[in-house]
Each structure stands twice: as structure tokens, then as C-alpha cells.
């Protein structure tokens, strides 16, 4: 036996795996799935510059119509084919703009051909690009794509040029002339993705704000015991049992003078924007922990007047802690709005968030309903 694990050793390793197919498949999808937090930060984009070009139209044709006993039989060249669109749609399943190109085209129009043929049109391109995406053209905001097959037009396609059929008239009689497709729109347009959640988890670094997104969905941001361990946005989905889906955005830790683009304030305090109602999440266990709300309040504020005036709950993260119990009902003697307390950690206290979670998601949904418009689902 020693002989033999002597010779293993000097071996090696085989070069061959002596597992089964699917144990192997298993195996990488579980590295796969343990993608670190800073590795997702080269795939996690939300803003792209793209230069659009349509697609050039198709030339007119020139001809001339000739077969036995007709010799002289007229012009019949087609008009060439229009070029195709680049249309940015949006879609459910997109989550990132990483990958959108920088440079689209259209595909262009075929050339007019005789027997008064018609060139074919070019095909649109079609972009796909998250929901809550902001086209942008010299700062002005072009178009906002937030429903799910919502499209826009990104540059058209040039129009087909007119063949020698097109100018046969009662003066001219056999035409030669014809035009040339048109070249097809081009500009360059900026893309900004603000994340589309529900809800939106705001607090400072280290509230806890990526483990009670663990607690209450199946999303898996990084959680250690350093700030700013979320450097990207996620958004996890509440599965209820009436089978209606709360979205809940992780929004990356807040600091003092984020409104000023302070650390990077400002890309993280534009997620916040689309977000329905608010949770803000203070930790229990510090001195003062109403301090953290009136802060995080004024920080919005700042950024955008009203945003720290929608619907909101107050959750007090760390409850299993000691210190956490004394400041409790010190938290509530000193803020309006409702408070819930509870760990993350342990999941204590997580049906009252859930359940009044459920209402402010009703809220909204009742009140888009009465304004005629469609709130959106996941």
C-alpha cells in the first residue's frame, strides 16, 4: 500500500476527470455561482455612449424595357430600398449595460432592378437594453424606456433612391436618370440605467442592507465586515403567496456629501429615483441611530426635492444585539414614521417587514390605478 501511494504521488493527478458527467457539470456551475462582488463590477454597467447609424438606402435602378416585337418598351427601373432602423427595445431580462456596443448600424437597402422590381428594405437592428434606461442627446433626455417591449428609434435608415421608372412623363418618354439611397441618420446618444425596483434599501455603509436583501429573497450580494462591500447595484424579488413579486433594490452605502458626488454619490443616489417606496435601514446598535435617518433624509433631499418625502419604513437592523434594545425605543420616542425592528442575521422579526412591505406594494399599486396608468410588475 506505502508503494503505491509512493507512485500516486510521483504521478500526480490524473489528467482525466473520474467523475461523472454531471458531477463535473455541478461543479462549475457551483464556481459560477460564487462570483466574487469585485469581479461583478467589470460586467455591471449603467452608462454607455453609442454612435447609432441607419442603414443607407438602395440605389434606383435604370433600365429599359426591350423583348421581341416590343423593342422600345419604356423605362422600368424600381426604386431602391429603404435602410434599416437601430432600435433600442427594452427588456425584462436585461440587467446590465455592459452588453451594448459602442458603434450600430442598420443593414442597407438593396438596388432597384428592372421589370420595375423594388429593392428590398435593409433589416432593423434591434439593441436590447434594460428596463428604467435613459436615452440621452447632448444632456437632453430623448426617451425612458421602462415597460417591458417598450422600443425607440434610435437613428433611422436613409430612404431608397427613385429609379428611371419614377420620372417617365408625357415630356420625357424614356428618362435615364435615377437617384441614389440616402445616407441613413447618425448621432451619438448617451445611455443611463437607473435601476426599476419596487422598493430601494437605503442606509449607510454596514446597516446591513445586503444581508436583509439575503434574508427576504433569493439575491446573493456580498456581505463581509468591511464598508462598502456592495460596490453595484442588486435587486432581489419578495415572492408572495397570491404570486404577485415585490422587487427590492440593495442601493450601494450612502456617506455624508453623497448629493455633492462625494465617494460616488450621485451614481448611487440615481437608483434611487425609480424606486417606489423607500426603506431606510439604520443600525440599532451605534449611539444615535436617528441620527443615520436624518442624514440619509437629507441626502436625498439634496439630490432631488421630494425624493425623501415617499412612502418609507423604518427598519432597525441588528436587533439581536445588546445595545440594539436599549436604543429601540429611544429610535421610535424621536422619529414619525413607522419602525421595525429586527435581524438580519437571525431572520427574527422578518414577517411584520414583509407584511407591511406587501401594503406599501398595494399602496402603489391602487394609486396608479386611480391615475390610469399600469404600475409595473415583475
Same mark, same amino acid.
Given at each position: 500500500a506505502g508503494g503505491r501511494k509512493a507512485v500516486l504521488l510521483l504521478l500526480g493527478p490524473p489528467a482525466f476527470s473520474t467523475t461523472c458527467s454531471r458531477c463535473a457539470k455541478d461543479r462549475r456551475l457551483r464556481a459560477k455561482r460564487a462570483i466574487s #462582488?469585485?469581479?461583478?463590477?467589470?460586467?455591471?454597467?449603467? !452608462?454607455?455612449?453609442?454612435?447609432?447609424?441607419?442603414? !443607407?438606402? @438602395?440605389?434606383?435602378?435604370?433600365?429599359?424595357?426591350?423583348?421581341?416585337?416590343?423593342? =422600345?418598351?419604356?423605362?422600368?427601373?424600381?426604386? %431602391?430600398?429603404? %435602410?434599416?432602423?437601430?432600435? =433600442?427595445?427594452?427588456? +425584462?431580462q436585461m440587467k446590465s449595460l455592459?452588453?451594448?456596443?459602442?458603434?450600430? +448600424?442598420?443593414?442597407?437597402?438593396?438596388? &432597384?432592378?428592372?421589370?420595375?422590381?423594388?429593392?428590398?428594405?435593409?433589416?432593423?437592428?434591434?439593441?436590447?437594453?434594460?428596463?428604467?434606461?435613459?436615452?440621452?442627446?447632448?444632456?437632453?433626455?430623448?426617451?425612458?424606456?421602462? +415597460?417591458?417591449? #417598450?422600443?425607440?428609434?434610435?437613428?433611422? @435608415?436613409?430612404? %431608397?433612391?427613385? @429609379?428611371?421608372?419614377?420620372?417617365?412623363?408625357? #415630356?420625357?418618354?424614356?428618362?435615364?436618370?435615377?437617384?441614389?439611397?440616402?445616407? &441613413? *441618420?447618425?448621432?451619438?446618444l448617451h445611455l443611463e440605467l437607473k435601476t426599476t425596483a419596487h422598493a430601494g434599501l437605503v442606509g449607510f455603509p454596514n446597516a446591513g442592507k445586503s444581508s436583509l436583501l439575503r434574508a427576504i429573497s433569493r439575491a446573493k450580494p456580498a456581505v463581509a465586515a468591511y464598508p462598502f462591500t456592495t460596490l453595484n447595484p442588486h435587486v432581489g424579488i419578495v415572492h408572495y403567496q397570491d404570486y404577485e413579486q415585490v422587487a427590492v433594490a440593495d442601493i450601494p452605502g450612502l456617506i455624508k456629501g453623497a448629493h455633492q458626488n462625494r465617494g460616488l454619490g450621485v451614481a448611487f443616489l440615481k437608483h434611487i429615483e425609480r424606486c417606489r417606496f423607500l426603506l431606510y435601514v439604520v443600525d440599532l446598535s451605534v449611539p444615535q441611530p436617528w441620527t443615520q435617518l436624518q442624514d440619509l433624509k437629507y441626502e436625498l433631499?439634496?439630490? #432631488?426635492? &421630494?425624493?425623501s418625502e415617499r412612502p418609507c419604513v423604518v427598519i432597525g437592523n441588528k436587533f439581536d444585539l445588546a445595545q440594539s434594545r436599549i436604543n429601540l425605543p429611544l429610535l421610535r420616542e424621536r422619529v414619525a414614521e413607522r419602525v421595525i425592528a429586527l435581524s438580519a442575521l437571525t431572520g427574527d422579526n422578518l414577517e411584520e417587514l414583509l407584511l407591511h412591505l406587501r401594503e406599501l406594494y398595494d399602496t402603489y399599486v391602487?394609486?396608479? +390605478?386611480?391615475?390610469? *396608468?399600469s404600475p409595473v410588475k415583475w
Open positions: #462582488e469585485r469581479r461583478l463590477t467589470r460586467y455591471f454597467v449603467d !452608462q454607455r455612449k453609442v454612435r447609432v447609424v441607419g442603414g !443607407q438606402g @438602395g440605389g434606383g435602378g435604370r433600365s429599359f424595357y426591350s423583348e421581341p416585337r416590343k423593342v =422600345f418598351g419604356g423605362p422600368d427601373g424600381g426604386n %431602391g430600398g429603404d %435602410g434599416g432602423h437601430v432600435i =433600442f427595445k427594452a427588456d +425584462q455592459s452588453s451594448v456596443f459602442p458603434f450600430y +448600424q442598420g443593414f442597407h437597402g438593396e438596388r &432597384g432592378g428592372s421589370k420595375n422590381c423594388y429593392g428590398a428594405n435593409g433589416a432593423h437592428v434591434y439593441v436590447k437594453v434594460p428596463l428604467g434606461t435613459l436615452v440621452k442627446e447632448d444632456g437632453k433626455v430623448v426617451a425612458d424606456l421602462t +415597460q417591458h417591449g #417598450e422600443e425607440y428609434v434610435a437613428a433611422y @435608415g436613409g430612404a %431608397g433612391g427613385k @429609379g428611371n421608372r419614377f420620372f417617365l412623363s408625357n #415630356e420625357n418618354r424614356a428618362p435615364t436618370s435615377f437617384t441614389p439611397g440616402e445616407p &441613413g *441618420q447618425e448621432r451619438v433631499e439634496a439630490y #432631488e426635492k &421630494g425624493l391602487k394609486t396608479e +390605478q386611480s391615475r390610469g *396608468q
